[in-house]
C-alpha cells in the first residue's frame, strides 16, 4: 500500500459517492473556519462527477460557503472548450447549478481553441497555481490544497499520469502535456505526481470490480511505471475510498 493510505469500503456506487460528499463538505468547511477559505482539486471521470452530483444534492451543502471556494483542476482533455468531453464541462454539468461559485476562483484549464497546443496550455496552468501561490505568499509554486480528489483506471492511471508514458516520474515540472493517452482523448494536461501529493488530503474515488486488479496494485505499492496511482500520497492524509468490489473477496 502507498504508505499511509487507509482503504475505506462501501456497500456500492451511490453510497460511495454520498459519503465521500459528505467527507469533503466537511474538510472544505474545516479549512474554511481555518483560514477562511478552502481550495479543492477535481478529476475527471465518473467516480468524479458522481460525487459532486452528490455535493451538490447534500442538504449539508450550505455549510461551506462556495463563494470562498478555489477549485483547480488535476488534470483536462486538451479538446474544444465546450467539449462534453472537457472535465470541467461535466463537472459543471454534475453539479447542474447547484452551488454559488465565485467565478475567479475557479481555475479551468487550457483548451484546444485558447492554446496551439497542450503545453502550452500547461505552462500556462503552471503561471497560474504561480499567481495564486504568491497571492497566498507562499515560497511553493502552489498554493495550498486542501483536498484532491482522484479516480483510478483500471490499468492503474490517475489524472492524466498514464502507465509507461513520460512525467510519471517528473520531479520538476508541476503540470505537464500528455499525448497518447490510452483512455480517449489522446491528448491531455496533468498535473504531475509531486504536485497531485503536495495536497493536504488526497482521496481515490473508485467504483467497480473491473478497478480490483488497479486497487491491489496501489494497496500492494506496485511499481509507478506499472501503476502511476501507486505513487500518491497526500501531505497529511491518503484515503481509498472503494467499493466492496474493488477489494479481495
Ligand atoms: O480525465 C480522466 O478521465 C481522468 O481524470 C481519469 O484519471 C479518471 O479519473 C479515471 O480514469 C477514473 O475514471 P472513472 O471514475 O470514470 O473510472
Known amino acids: ?38 481550495t479543492v482539486v477535481l478529476t475527471g471521470g465518473s467516480m468524479g462527477a458522481a460525487v459532486l452530483a452528490a455535493l451538490g444534492a447534500s442538504p449539508r451543502r450550505a455549510e461551506v460557503d462556495w463563494s470562498r471556494v478555489n477549485v483547480w483542476w488535476s488534470d483536462e ?15 459543471v454539468e454534475a453539479l447542474g447549478g447547484a452551488l454559488t461559485l465565485n467565478p475567479d476562483r475557479v481555475h479551468y ?6 492554446f496551439a497546443t497542450a503545453e502550452d496550455a500547461a505552462l500556462d496552468y503552471r503561471r497560474e497555481l504561480a499567481a495564486a501561490a504568491d497571492a497566498e505568499q507562499r515560497t511553493e509554486a502552489f498554493p495550498v490544497f486542501d483536498l ?9 492511471h490517475v489524472a ?17 502535456a500528455v499525448h497518447g493517452s490510452p483512455k480517449p482523448p489522446p491528448d491531455r494536461i496533468s498535473m504531475t505526481l509531486p504536485l497531485v501529493n503536495a495536497a493536504r488530503r488526497v482521496w481515490f474515488l473508485v467504483a467497480g470490480a473491473d478497478k480490483a486488479e488497479a486497487v491491489a496494485a ?21 484515503l481509498l ?8 473477496g
Open 160 to 176: 492524466s499520469l498514464f502507465p509507461g508514458l513520460p512525467h510519471v516520474h517528473d520531479p520538476e515540472a508541476t503540470v505537464v
Open 148 to 156: 484532491s480528489l482522484l479516480g483510478l483506471g483500471p490499468d492503474g
Open 241 to 248: 475510498l472503494v467499493t466492496q468490489d474493488c477489494l479481495p
Open 1 to 38: 500500500m502507498s504508505p499511509g493510505a487507509e482503504t475505506v469500503p462501501h456497500p456500492d456506487k451511490a453510497t460511495l459517492a454520498a459519503e465521500s460528499a459528505e467527507r469533503a463538505l466537511a474538510v472544505l468547511a474545516e479549512a474554511q473556519e481555518e483560514r477562511g477559505e478552502a
Open 77 to 91: 482533455r486538451f479538446v474544444a472548450e465546450d467539449s462534453p468531453e472537457r472535465n470541467c464541462v461535466q463537472a
Open 218 to 238: 496501489v494497496r500492494a505499492g506496485a511499481p509507478l511505471e506499472r501503476t502511476p496511482g501507486a505513487g500518491v500520497r497526500g501531505t497529511e492524509e491518503t
Open 109 to 114: 484549464m487550457g483548451d484546444a481553441g485558447e
